[in-house]
T-cell receptor
Framework: DAGVIQSPRHEVTEMGQEVTLRCKPI?????LFWYRQTMMRGLELLIY????????DSGMPEDRFSAKMPNASFSTLKIQPSEPRDSAVYFC????????????FGQGTRLTVV | AQSVAQPEDQVNVAEGNPLTVKCTYS??????LFWYVQYPNRGLQFLLK??????LVKGSYGFEAEFNKSQTSFHLKKPSALVSDSALYFC?????????????FGTGTKLQVIP
């Protein structure tokens, strides 16, 4: 398996534009997580899914953020409209159902909103 | 509330010296504890985990961690630091939340190994 795949690796967009980040989890993994990492706030959990169902989205900062998982092999995180303070590295991670297993992270998407 | 704390933002150690990166946790029940490492411009990579059994856990790249239930700690250690160990280290605890398994990460500790 190629691991968790995120695209794009880098995204530069203008304030007010819609941004969509994509994630392909490892095949067979039941959990999918979206994290945001900044210098100021560290690593924040935004939302996670179990078997494609959103379980906890309490970390999503505002209504401008939304996430979907239409099937077991694909998830998106959308920001509409984007703002400069959304600039961060966004990570996707997946893990199997067993509760003592580790998560596998993607390489991240570095988002810059100008 | 379930939580994990990394009290040091940064740890500096000379190459060849032993290193310790501290982690304490607060969780009800039996915890599953993890250490991850993040190199610049990369995602987090799994290093090691404690599930049950032997309190000393060995992981990748010569790292080990000691689970101490009485002190609720899970410190990361290595007998002899390498410059290439310089990175950001995260402690994490996996716990049940609303019937699902949730992972909470610490704030991270930057390890700087000085040649």
């Amino acid at each position: 398996d190629a691991g968790v795949i995120q695209s794009p690796r880098h995204e530069v967009t203008e304030m007010g534009q819609e941004v969509t980040l994509r994630c392909k989890p490892i095949s067979g993994h039941d959990y999918l997580f979206w994290y945001r990492q900044t210098m100021m706030r560290g690593l924040e959990l935004l939302i996670y899914f179990n078997n494609n169902v959103p379980i906890d989205d309490s970390g999503m900062p505002e209504d401008r953020f939304s996430a979907k998982m239409p099937n077991a092999s694909f998830s998106t995180l959308k920001i509409q409209p984007s703002e400069p303070r959304d600039s961060a590295v966004y990570f996707c991670a997946s893990r199997p159902q067993r509760e003592n297993t580790e998560a596998f992270f993607g390489q991240g998407t570095r988002l810059t909103v100008v | 509330a379930q939580s994990v704390a990394q009290p040091e933002d940064q740890v500096n150690v000379a190459e060849g010296n032993p290193l310790t990166v501290k982690c304490t946790y607060s969780v009800s029940g039996n915890p599953y504890l993890f250490w991850y490492v993040q190199y610049p411009n990369r995602g987090l990579q799994f290093l090691l985990k404690y599930i049950t059994g032997d309190n000393l856990v060995k992981g990748s790249y010569g790292f080990e961690a000691e689970f101490n239930k009485s002190q609720t700690s899970f410190h990361l250690k290595k007998p002899s630091a390498l410059v290439s160990d310089s990175a950001l280290y995260f402690c994490a605890v996996s716990h049940r939340s609303g019937g699902y398994q949730k992972v909470t990460f610490g704030t991270g500790t930057k390890l700087q190994v000085i040649p």
